[in-house]
């Protein structure tokens, strides 16, 4: 694959708290001499919801929200001061405001609002790179004596054992506004929510690539409130085609791509390698050789922490993906040409699949909360970390690094379950649990970088990198990939594991029979 040159725009360094010359007012002056408890929020709304959540959010600051202000567009609460909080505008001056006091939520609170009007403000608040909270309707909330308690029916802060991270800057906007973005995977949870993310930083072109339909007619639907399939935006295609990978790019000239399709469920690619490669490995080759061939300017692999150090099928095909994409980014990089880098996630609460909705439905049924082990711990992070980390990464890469969101200590599973039990008013008593045993390919406890890699800081004081080079790799990538891809479009497993131990040092293939896993009577979550 040789990358064809392309110039790529430099974006903006990134921009320092800007007070727009104006002199604080005596609420700003004492907010600022109290050291914030939580992520910086604004309240859309200043009637007695919005006032009703700045009193709460006062009262229960382990909810992890801090308001410094709110917006509404009656006149004559312009500069009026509640709880301690002043009102800084109107709606329409939401996107500008938040950049301003370096907002990181936007509450809102106004009941009753036309869906138009929320997409509205939701798309607002994202293009400052600020996650957006709901306030349910205010006859739920006049029936609640916390009025805070409705903003989400689970406390995050306390399932993943840290405070949530705001991840992703205004200064995105310098990556994406009005360049040509496809995002692939659309469909599914991450991808979903970057599409909706990366539409609030006005693309020229959004283009969302999965290969199920339905998923992306109900994308389109919630993210332009209708969904004609009659544009060029929606685009069906397996990654595992290369010619048509090559169409796509041809037509579309994207000048940005975030890739998020993958098989991604680790018992099940234990059992299947040869799928696992085809979408995994031979997937992302697809994608970075068409990206290199029409000079896309910046490329973000998805990748997982089970990369690190891979014991399963599904570590070792995503950390051959990383290899692939650090091995072109050091060619494009000698040549001038595109950036390509690497995202890896935790285990993402509330993602499809995810340890939450698999615990939820356990818990309705009644059934017992199966667990792999009383000792096995993992690494979480929100979908709004996981977008937030890769729109960051994509602004701050300058080439082959792998970027990992510092997610504070590993949360041992059975810990977040008597969480979340507490959480849904289950006592422990009446949560019965069922370990299972580790599966083929799983450990006990995952890590974010291999023993080998060195772990860098970054312009973002969570986030750490870890580039090419640190952590070796195959000498002979492509010629390894060749024998790798033939064995799995021949779906021959066996050589497929064995070309995978061939190609990573370290890397241990299981039995090319799996232990069977006892029958569940519901869903099993993805590594736990």
Known sequence: MSPHSTSARPHAARSGPSGGGEAPSPAAATAAATPPTGLRTLIVGAGAAGTALVRDLGRTPEFGLDPIGLLDDDPAKAGRVVGGVPVLGTLAELTELAVRHRVQVVALAIPGLAPQRVRALAAAAAAAGAAVRYLPSFLAALRREVVGSDMRSLDVNRLIGRREVHVVSADVRDVIEGRRVLVTGAGGSIGSELCRQVHAFNPSALYMLDHDESNLHRLQLEIWGE??????????????????????????????????????????????????????????????????????????????????????????????????????????????????????????????????????????????????????????????????????????????????????????????????????????????????????????????????????????????????????????????????????????????????????????????????????????????
């Open 227 to 528: 969904a004609l399939l009659t544009d060029e935006s929606l685009v069906i295609a397996d990654i595992r085609d290369r010619p048509r990978i090559q169409q796509i790019f041809r037509d579309l000239k994207p000048e940005v791509v975030f890739h998020a399709a993958a098989h991604k469920h680790l018992p099940l690619l234990e059992r299947h390698p040869s799928e696992a490669v085809k979408s995994n490995v031979l997937g992302t080759d697809h994608l970075v050789e068409a990206a290199l061939a029409t000079g896309v300017e910046r490329f973000v692999l998805i990748s997982t922490d089970k990369a690190a150090d891979p014991t399963s099928v599904l570590g070792a095909s995503k950390r051959l993906a990383e290899l692939i994409v650090q091995a072109n980014a050091r060619d494009a990089r000698n040549l001038g040409t595109g950036v390509f880098s690497a995202v890896r996630f935790g285990n993402v609460l509330g993602s499809r699949g995810s340890l939450l909705s698999v615990l939820a439905e356990q818990l309705r049924s009644g059934v017992p909360v199966t667990i792999t082990h009383p000792d096995v711990t993992r690494f979480f992070m929100t979908i709004e970390e996981a977008v937030g980390l890769v729109l960051e990464s994509g602004r701050m890469a300058r080439g082959g690094e792998v970027f990992v969101l510092d997610m504070g200590d590993p949360v041992r599973i059975v810990d977040l379950v008597h969480n979340f039990a507490e959480q849904v008013q289950l006592g422990r008593d009446e949560v019965e649990i069922r370990f299972t045993g580790l599966r083929a390919g799983e450990k006990l406890n995952e890590a974010l970088f291999s023993e080998g890699e060195e772990r860098l800081p970054t312009a973002h004081a969570r986030i750490y990198a870890t580039v090419a080079g640190c952590g070796g790799g195959p000498e002979d990538l492509a010629g390894g990939l060749t024998g790798l891809y033939a064995a799995a479009v021949g779906n021959s497993d066996g050589e497929v594991r064995r070309r995978l131990a061939e190609l990573l040092p370290g890397y241990r293939t299981a039995e090319a029979e799996p232990v069977p896993v006892p029958a569940l009577s519901s869903p099993y979550p993805d590594g736990f």
